[in-house]
């Protein structure tokens, strides 16, 4: 059984950085590619950064050059590096491995003004 556990989220000021942790554990198919998505309050969940196995890497438009995704295949972890964090930025954060449907129970960003 595949589980995802995210960590890091918390309160940050605007302008500030938060390091999200994602770390996989089961039957997890190797290099399958893995996400942050975002739901905001009364939003729909959208997608926030995916990382191919070997490292490619896509971002919504939003968040390009303030977020990273980075991997470490032998730890099964994937991380979101967040800078210059925004207010429009809270959410509840999710690691996914799209392919097979699985999702984390999420972490909270916070972005105060």
């Known amino acids: 059984q595949v589980r995802l556990v995210e960590s890091g989220g918390g309160s940050v000021q605007a302008g500030g950085s938060l390091r999200l942790s994602c770390a996989a554990s089961?039957?997890?198919?190797?290099?399958?590619?893995m996400g942050w998505y975002r739901q905001a309050p009364g939003q729909q969940r959208e997608l926030v950064a995916t990382?191919?196995?070997?490292?490619?890497?896509n971002y919504t438009d939003s968040v390009k050059g303030r977020f990273t995704i980075s991997r470490d295949n032998i730890k099964n972890t994937v991380y979101l590096q967040m800078n210059s964090l925004k207010t429009e930025d809270t959410a509840v954060y999710y690691c996914?491995?799209?392919?097979?449907?699985?999702w984390g129970q999420g972490t909270q960003v916070t972005v105060s003004s």
């Open positions: 996914a491995i799209p392919a097979i449907n699985h």
């Open positions: 990382i191919t196995g070997r490292g490619r890497t």
């Open positions: 089961g039957s997890i198919p190797i290099f399958v590619p």
